[in-house]
T-cell receptor, first 115, second 113 residues
Framework: AQSVTQLDSHVSVSEGTPVLLRCNYSSSYSPSLFWYVQHPNKGLQLLLKYTSAATLVKGINGFEAEFKKSETSFHLTKPSAHMSDAAEYFC?????????????FGAGTRLFVKA | DTEVTQTPKHLVMGMTNKKSLKCEQH?????MYWYKQKAKKPPELMFV???????INESVPSRFSPECPNSSLLNLHLHALQPEDSALYLC????????????FGPGTRLTVT
């Protein structure tokens, strides 16, 4: 069965320090993986996506993620946090199932950035 | 243009009212989605339209009625809602290609009194 686990419900970093948001997935096939960001009372914005090309994916606003099939992980990183990065982040998997394709959201990780 | 627009931004309605949420995209996407999002939770899929036909209904109560008048528009008709239906309602669209990313609108904040 497909699933997505975001390992931390909250992450707190200081401005200028690295960000790591962790995501593990389970999939029967070769999934497409995404990270979305949601600022308060806003819609979701796509940060980056993996679709079986390069395993290191670069996204917007300095974020990147590495697909590691052996570890079934797709962790999101950024070298230096900015105050504007404070938001909710969702790891999302699009995967095959017997009836077609299904989109599965992780529970989300709230990123706090301290000045 | 990678924008999905939703109107209204905010809606307050009584339990006996009838209202509609609207969503529009001009990216040529043939898949459109309605999600419901409660506070501090991920979006929950409600409906999927593919080529203007309803392809997925995630067992949503009949007081929510979706409509896709054309390939650019998606409506959600609301009637006799309950207070627990208060939430952020998000519309999204994507290409009809497996694994495509979804583009989300800003949402409609619905409050049922």
């Amino acid at each position: 069965a497909q699933s997505v686990t975001q390992l931390d419900s909250h992450v707190s970093v200081s401005e200028g320090t690295p960000v790591l948001l962790r995501c593990n997935y389970s999939s029967s096939y070769s999934p497409s993986l995404f990270w979305y960001v949601q600022h308060p009372n806003k819609g979701l914005q796509l940060l980056l996506k993996y679709t079986s090309a390069a395993t290191l994916v670069k996204g917007i606003n300095g974020f990147e993620a590495e697909f590691k099939k052996s570890e079934t992980s797709f962790h999101l990183t950024k070298p230096s946090a900015h105050m504007s990065d404070a938001a909710e982040y969702f790891c999302v998997v699009s995967d095959r199932y017997s009836g077609g394709f299904k989109t599965i959201f992780g529970a989300g990780t709230r990123l706090f950035v301290k000045a | 243009d990678t924008e999905v627009t939703q109107t209204p931004k905010h809606l307050v309605m009584g339990m006996t009212n009838k209202k509609s949420l609207k969503c529009e995209q001009h990216m040529g996407h043939r898949a459109m989605y309605w999600y419901k999002q409660k506070a501090k939770k991920p979006p929950e899929l409600m409906f999927v339209y593919s080529y203007e036909k309803l392809s997925i209904n995630e067992s949503v109560p009949s007081r929510f009625s979706p409509e896709c008048p054309n390939s650019s528009l998606l409506n959600l008709h609301l009637h006799a809602l309950q207070p627990e239906d208060s939430a952020l309602y998000l519309c999204a669209s994507s290409q009809e290609i497996p694994g495509s990313e979804q583009y989300f609108g800003p949402g409609t904040r619905l409050t049922v009194t």
